[in-house]
């Protein structure tokens, strides 16, 4: 990470009421004058880290950065069996986000995401696209029902003794899987949750298990009630299919007409194929993609400068308040 800039610490903090018993946390780094910026993390689950503070140039940006309900910092935590799941859905993040662009006072924002983020950024820029300056996305994915397929079960014919173990973390039918560990996860078993969260995690290891910079153990070794809130929300998410129209944010892209984007994918990134950001690339026409030839999903030196660098040119860039 010598790429980016030295860590900084939130000038502002706060707990957001957003209804329903939901509160999110969010923070505000940089310069308060500065550019406003979203940064919209991935998972989904996952909350964001203080790293995501470091792309931007704290005396340019004003940083805004948010726990998605459930889990990090915002509560209740998806970690407890007893929060209502009916409550986490897109429609529930996209007004979210909004309402914190409100209570903030900001006018538009430029979005950072990856992975599930960037389904989530261009869900709210096609929802929203008044409120969108720009747009810099790495490991583009738009959680179609095929990339959702792809991820946990079409990889199996890569890793069939891994996608086993897979399918045996819960007793359920090949196309219910998915399923099984959203239900499993709200199991009042500590046990069960557990053992489900785990294998789950084992999964999700082993997809970027080829990759040169990938972490062993990543997911496994999150602590207990991260990895149950992550394993939670993705599960319960994909087993709805993100509740999003097949192909819908493709189909829609005409909506980001006028708003810049970078696109950074890895050329092997096998948990999201750069087919997708290929596809996205041809359908908004305002979009720059950059293959990057030595990473996959979880990045790479290279892929961290281009990022940084994405948004260093955006820094200065186009009226925004």
């Known amino acids: 990470m010598t790429d980016l800039y030295p860590q900084i610490e939130p000038y502002e903090t706060g707990m957001l009421d957003v209804g329903e018993g939901n509160l999110i946390y969010w923070e505000a780094c940089g310069t308060p004058d500065g550019k406003p910026a979203l940064v919209v993390h991935g998972g989904p689950g996952f909350g964001f880290t203080p790293e995501h503070r470091r792309y931007f140039d704290p005396e340019r940006y004003q940083v805004i950065l948010f726990d998605q309900r459930g889990c990090g910092q915002s509560k209740p935590p ?45 869900a709210y820029a096609e929802a929203y696209p008044q409120r969108v300056s720009e747009i810099v996305l790495s490991g583009v ?27 045996e973390g819960v007793d359920a039918e090949d196309d219910e899987l ?23 995690c084992a999964w999700e290891d082993t997809v970027i298990s080829e990759e040169l910079n990938g972490t062993a153990n990543f997911f496994s070794g999150l602590p207990r009630d991260k990895k149950h809130s992550f394993v939670r929300i993705a599960a319960h998410y994909f087993a709805h299919r993100a509740w999003l129209e097949d192909g819908i944010l493709l189909r829609n892209a005409d909506r980001l007409a006028g708003i810049p984007g970078v696109l950074i994918h890895g050329r092997f990134d096998l948990a999201a194929p750069l087919g997708t950001a290929w596809e996205l690339n041809r359908q908004w026409p305002d979009s720059e993609l950059t293959v990057v030839e030595d990473s996959g999903h979880t990045g790479s030196d290279t892929m961290t400068r281009l990022k940084r660098d994405a948004l260093d040119s955006f820094a200065g860039s186009r009226p925004y308040r």
Not at 103 to 116: A, C, M, P, V, Y
């Open 78 to 122: 998806a970690s407890d069996p007893e929060t209502d799941m009916q409550q986490n859905t897109t429609d529930h993040l996209l007004a979210d986000i909004e309402h914190l662009r409100e209570h903030l006072g900001i006018n538009r924002w430029l979005l950072f995401g990856g992975s599930w983020g960037a389904t989530l950024s261009l």
């Open 141 to 167: 994915t738009t959680t179609r029902p095929t990339e959702i397929e792809w991820l946990y079960h079409g990889l199996a014919r890569f890793f069939p003794e891994a996608w086993e173990r897979f399918r």
């Open 178 to 200: 998915i399923a099984a560990y959203a239900r499993q996860m709200a199991d009042p078993d500590p046990e069960v949750r557990r053992r489900t969260a785990d294998a789950w």
